[in-house]
């Protein structure tokens, strides 16, 4: 059964929201109802947004909501019966709305606008040629239609309540919810990012697969395609779209939202994570060349990056490094491990031949431009720091550790610090180390391996040099595995610890066979290159 709520408890459920980091003077928005009509020709929009939010100190302040190239026809700032209310400057970037000492710690503001977004909501034709409309806000285009705290540190609720075309459906954040006079609603209770807020709205058929039962509650799993492309939502990439689900939550806990629509987009992206309704580029339904991966990448974000957000763009890696890996867990957890050593080697081999190798992942550089973010630091290097945190701390603490962060920041935002200190509170464990050389320094080891047999001591001499470049710094090995083969078949393994603090080590180890070869790191543990020669 689908959760429906009335429209008379949806007030209600705007006001039950959960603590989320505030910002901008203090100001923390809680909850936004979104009114948008989508014309029947043309990309005039008209809108209005009522939004609640806090205050941290009910002192003289100003809102100001990123709002761009629309005209603001009037502001209201709720239950200030005077002029005051009225009040607003807009330079057509920023909406700046003055609040009193007088008013509530808690407020609402109502604000009418119209115009055509350059940006953030695309109306027009889509692969098919017929006419759509589709946000797509990802980093900071949500401002280009709804007037918003444009950053992902500032989480709140959202209700859309959408005219459209009258043969058009309508697909938002969060469930459906009953509305007057042909207005398609849709309620998200949870806080959500400005990035994830969305709507698509244009003709689609809808398929419906098998739900996922959470106890009483049941999550409906949905493939929105353009009605010429409906077969695919029952094909490759989709097949397996509820067990995908199922798979996150036995990894690492309960699917955060109501439902999960999986839609065909004119998104720009392959693929956009929004809350509950993941957009996917058109053309690879219509060209039927979509694989599995993304939907796995997408669907994982739903965890991270959606219900825990990173709460500046410098840690993205939360986002895009973890939905990159659990690409591969997820593979691994449908059908085997292989998926997640091939999905780490091409990982790697991303990684090494970018060229962001001279940079940190945690990347305050890009600040200002997020989009450059969206890099081989962030993506496969961010899903390789979680593939060597669980070879470092074993598989059990890595997944408590992976399930107290998402229990202790859904629905709210994290900083690496933040992840850091949960994982080593499941390992028990002073890894900064760890964190400082992945996160913080840039490049990878690189490693020359010399190695000698002295067959009198039966030991292996290994002379090893991170010949990386000094500007990248020394990295700490402490667990770095050696296989030994021998020329009748013997293998034997063995482990040696590299040093952080200096760039050559020397190692002794058992062997009672002369080995004819030596491989490092042979199950792809650790992001590395190494060259190996005898001595
Ligand atoms: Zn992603």
Redesign the pocket.
Known sequence: MECMRTVGSLLVALLLSVPAAAQRGGIDIKDYLFSITIPDSGNAIRGHTNLHFERRVPEDSVLTLDLVGMTVDSVQVLGVPHEASRRFTYDGRMLRIPLQATHEPGLNVVIWYHGSPQDGLIIGPNARGQRVAFADNWPERARFWLPVVDHPSDKATTVFSIEAPTAWRVVANGMPVPAPGGLRASIEVHPIPAYTMVIGAAKFAVSRHRPVINGRDTIPIQVWTYPEDSAFADSVPFRRATEIVEAMQRLIGPFPYEKLAHVQSSTKFGGM?NSSAIFYAEKPYVERKMGEGVVR??TA?QWF?DAVTERDWPDIWL??GF?TYFDGAIGAALDGDTVLVNSMRSNAEAYFKSDVTDRPIVDSGYAADPIKLLNANSYPKGAWVLHMLRGTIGDSAFFRGLRRYYRTYRDSTATSEDFQRVIEKEARADLGWFFHQWLYQPGYPQLGVTWHYDAGAGKVLLGITQRQKPEWGLFRLPHLTLEFRGANGAKVRREVAIRGDSRETTARVDLPFAPTEVRMDPDGKLLLQVTIGRR
């Open positions: 994570e990448h997408e974000h990056g986002s895009e939905a």
